[in-house]
């Protein structure tokens, strides 16, 4: 059972160079979510999903994109790069609203130089 | 605004002593409690979970944590620690408005001298 899987695990983009980070789950999951964590501050919400089809932006959502166009997948864009964007995204999911908790994929450590 | 907050950014305890994080919400609503731990370079794993019922709850690795309402607090404790619990610990509130996500605390390093 694979859970949740990320790819790639590590990424080095110039500033202005695009990506996308690819999260994929075998659970049947219906929510989604994607978080970046940085040194001291936690994880922060970026976009989740609540089902194919639908998705939604959490706090900090400037400078990335997601499509969830099946219940497996759920990718995040970024489209220019900026250095500001160098951190540890993690990906998760959820099978449903209440009495579950999320579970997390390795992370990707993506670097904008 | 809902919110988590961690207070001990680093704690260092000594192999066999007791240990407890410390982690405080702020939601209106019945909370739903997570507490995750991360190793370097890994992932999130979950150690316990707090929904309704008894307010102590037993997790993995032999972990515990006490929701008191009164104090919006739920803190983690464990009465012996091994060298293996050094890690980062996040504290997180499940946050149900028009959707459902996690609200993060900004974590608790944990060191373990021996």
């Known amino acids: 059972n694979a859970g949740v899987t990320q790819t790639p695990k590590f990424r080095i983009l110039k500033i202005g160079q695009s990506m996308t980070l690819q999260c994929a789950q075998d659970?049947?999951?219906?929510?989604m979510y994607w978080y970046r964590q940085d040194p001291g501050m936690g994880l922060k919400l970026i976009y989740y999903?609540?089902?194919?089809?639908?998705?939604d932006k959490g706090e900090v959502p400037n400078g990335y994109n997601v499509s969830r166009s099946t219940t497996e997948d759920f990718p995040l864009r970024l489209e220019l790069a900026a250095p500001s964007q160098t951190s540890v995204y993690f990906c998760?999911?959820?099978?449903?609203?209440?009495?579950?908790?999320?579970?997390f994929g390795q992370g990707t450590r993506l670097t904008v130089v | 605004a809902q919110s988590v907050t961690q207070p001990d950014i680093h704690i260092t305890v000594s192999e066999g002593a007791s240990l407890e994080l410390r982690c405080n919400y702020s939601?209106?609503?019945?909370?739903?409690l997570f507490w995750y731990v991360q190793s370097p370079g890994q992932g999130l794993q979950l150690l316990l979970k707090?929904?309704?019922?008894?307010?102590l709850v037993q997790g993995i690795k032999g972990f515990e944590a006490e929701f008191k309402r009164s104090q919006s607090s739920f803190n983690l404790r464990k009465p012996s620690v091994h060298w293996s619990d050094a890690a980062e610990y996040f504290c997180?509130?499940?946050?149900?408005?028009?959707?459902?996500?996690?609200?993060f605390g900004s974590g608790t390093r944990l060191l373990v001298r021996p």
């Open positions: 707090y929904f309704s019922g008894d307010t």
């Open positions: 997180a509130v499940g946050v149900a408005d028009s959707s459902y996500k996690l609200i």
């Open positions: 939601y209106g609503a019945t909370p739903y």
């Open positions: 999903s609540v089902g194919a089809g639908i998705t």
């Open positions: 659970m049947n999951h219906n929510y």
């Open positions: 998760a999911s959820m099978r449903s609203l209440m009495n579950t908790e999320a579970f």
